[in-house]
């Protein structure tokens, strides 16, 4: 499974060996983590990233990040 974060780092890729060579490298270097929430909850939290004008991926892991720091000192 390819993240959103490969497939932003590939859509700046140039060329068909430089896009698996970024997807290659964001699998090494990244993890997957699956999220599953359901629908009305899922679109909720599109629209705060929206707003907030960030990928849904930034904006979960700003907001585990968060948590992490408050509650794992």
């Known amino acids: ?3 959103s974060i490969t497939m ?3 859509a700046v890729a140039q060329t068909k060996e ?3 060579a970024k997807i290659k490298e964001c699998q090494d270097k990244c993890d ?3 999220l599953r929430p359901p629908k009305a909850e899922g679109a909720k ?3 705060a990233a929206a707003e907030a004008g960030e990928t849904v991926t930034k904006y979960i892991l700003d ?3 968060a948590r992490m720091e408050r ?3």
């Open 1 to 3: 499974m390819i993240s």
């Open 8 to 10: 932003e780092a590939v």
């Open 18 to 20: 430089q896009k698996l």
């Open 32 to 34: 997957a983590i699956m």
């Open 45 to 47: 939290i599109r629209a």
């Open 63 to 65: 907001a585990v990040r």
């Open 71 to 73: 509650e794992c000192k």
